[in-house]
Nanobody, 124 residues
Framework: VQLQAFGGGLVQAGDSLRLSCAAS????????MGWFRQAPGKAREFVAIINYNGRTYHVDSVKGRFTISRDNAKKIVYLQMNSLKPEDSAVYYCAAKGLRTEVFYTRPSDYADWGQGTQVTVSS
């Protein structure tokens, strides 16, 4: 499994960004895909997940602002981030879990495959 995240950058509070994670060497449509983030000095935290069947779950702090989606034909998972806040600044990672399940896996230890991360910095 190979995952490559991109789309991060430096933006101002209130701006939007769309992160993408391109996957290869996996049966993408059978995988749950997650986004996590890690700020300096903090633990990696869950942001959002989309299961193989398109069901999604977002952490409360981003609900209404971030949206995870997937394009199975392109093998890409997206994270649309609107109304960004300085506290959203972090390195964002995508992760893959090869399981067709209704369960929402939200712990980093649930995932074996990770992308390299993309930096998002939100200035106030």
């Amino acid at each position: 499994v190979q995952l490559q995240a991109f789309g991060g950058g430096l933006v101002q509070a209130g701006d939007s960004l769309r992160l993408s994670c391109a996957a290869s060497r996996l049966t993408f449509s059978s995988y749950a895909m997650g986004w996590f983030r890690q700020a300096p000095g903090k633990a990696r935290e869950f942001v959002a997940i989309i299961n193989y069947n398109g069901r999604t779950y977002h952490v409360d702090s981003v609900k209404g602002r971030f949206t995870i989606s997937r394009d199975n034909a392109k093998k890409i998972v997206y994270l649309q981030m609107n109304s960004l806040k300085p506290e959203d600044s972090a390195v964002y990672y995508c992760a893959a879990k090869g399981l067709r399940t209704e369960v929402f896996y939200t712990r980093p230890s649930d995932y074996a495959d990770w992308g390299q991360g993309t930096q998002v910095t939100v200035s106030s």
